[in-house]
């Protein structure tokens, strides 16, 4: 069975930084694409990022240039680097296999 957890979300001030781990176990993760979403309140969730099985990254044009997101197969975890954040990039942060999704994490950037 596949389990998705996310980790690292919290309190931040605007221009700060914050790591989000996202943890697939119980499926082939090498050979996933693996996404990062997002939902503020009040709002649809919005795609965030996304890293293939060959390592090939992409973003939403509202993160390219702050957020980068990476993969560690041995560890079965992507990474989803966030800097320079502000107060709009609050949300609750999901992580996604194609399939299936966390439970999220929640991301406040606020001073």
């Known amino acids: 069975q596949v389990h998705i957890v996310e980790s690292g979300g919290g309190l931040v001030q605007p221009g700060g930084s914050l790591r989000l781990s996202c943890v697939i176990s119980?499926?082939?993760?090498?050979?996933?694409?693996v996404d990062w979403y997002r939902q503020a309140p009040g709002k649809l969730r919005e795609f965030v990022a996304m890293?293939?099985?060959?390592?090939?990254?992409g973003y939403a044009d509202s993160v390219k240039g702050r957020f980068t997101i990476s993969r560690d197969n041995a560890k079965e975890t992507v990474y989803l680097q966030m800097n320079s954040l502000k107060p709009e990039d609050t949300a609750v942060y999901y992580c996604?296999?194609?399939?299936?999704w966390g439970q999220g994490t929640q991301v406040t950037v606020s001073s």
């Open positions: 996604n296999n194609g399939l299936n």
């Open positions: 119980g499926s082939n993760f090498r050979l996933l694409g």
């Open positions: 890293i293939s099985s060959g390592n090939s990254p």
